[in-house]
């Protein structure tokens, strides 16, 4: 039961660099979504997903791209990092109904430093 | 606009004592509401959500629709309860997105 899969757990990067963090999740959950966790500015949203094929923007989605070619998997590419984006990462799926939802699963999180 | 508005960042209280977390939302139409936990160096997990009305490690919450608020209460805090927790906002329809709070650690002094 492995739920929402995140990996690297952890990552060092130099400014400049590009790197894909991946997600995947085995719940056959419609929606996905990114997100990234800073101090005193709790989880902002990156991108999302609601279905294999169709993304859209976050709140913070510069200099971030995704895609999602399957339902399982959800990966976010950092195009050239900058130590602006150093953070904690999580990924999360959860069900696309409303009313009684179950809430978001999440990942156990990417800690990224770049500098 | 959609926003979740938690004013604390850090709440300390010893052994014992009662805890309420503090939530408020702005939302214009009928949200989800959901209290998530992120025990040190853990992932989020999901705690309780207002529709279930369920009590889980002895917390609960009410939701006041006439005071946009969403409340964590525990009438006697332990200090496995230390953690960081956030409340969190979904729309009942139209859109999937989570909207989260800033989140408040909860410290439990022995």
């Known amino acids: 039961n492995a739920g929402v899969t995140q990996t690297p757990k952890f990552q060092v990067l130099k400014t400049g660099q590009s790197m894909t963090l991946q997600c995947a999740q085995d719940?056959?959950?419609?929606?996905m979504s990114w997100y990234r966790q800073d101090p005193g500015m709790g989880l902002r949203l990156i991108h999302y997903s609601v279905g294999a094929g169709i993304t859209d923007q976050g709140e913070v989605p510069n200099g971030y791209n995704v895609s999602r070619s399957t339902t399982e998997d959800f990966p976010l590419r950092l195009l050239s990092a900058a130590p602006s984006q150093t953070s904690v990462y999580f990924c999360?799926?959860?069900?696309?109904?409303?009313?009684?939802?179950?809430?978001?699963?999440f990942g156990q999180g990417t800690r990224l430093t770049v500098v | 606009a959609q926003r979740v508005t938690q004013p604390e960042k850090l709440l300390s209280v010893f052994k014992g004592a009662p805890v309420e977390l503090k939530c408020n939302y702005s939302?214009?139409?009928?949200?989800?509401l959901f209290w998530y936990v992120q025990y040190s160096r853990q992932r989020l997990q999901l705690l309780l959500r207002?529709?279930s009305r369920e009590s889980i490690k002895g917390f609960t919450a009410d939701l006041n629709k006439g005071e946009t608020s969403f409340h964590l209460k525990k009438p006697f805090a332990q200090e496995e309860d230390s953690a960081m927790y956030y409340c969190?906002?979904?729309?009942?329809?139209?859109?999937?997105?989570?909207?989260f709070g800033t989140g408040t650690r909860l410290k439990v002094l022995a």
């Open positions: 719940m056959n959950h419609e929606y």
């Open positions: 969190a906002l979904k729309p009942l329809s139209g859109t999937y997105k989570y909207i």
């Open positions: 939302y214009s139409g009928s949200p989800e």
């Open positions: 207002h529709i």
């Open positions: 999360a799926s959860s069900y696309s109904g409303g009313g009684g939802g179950r809430g978001a699963f």
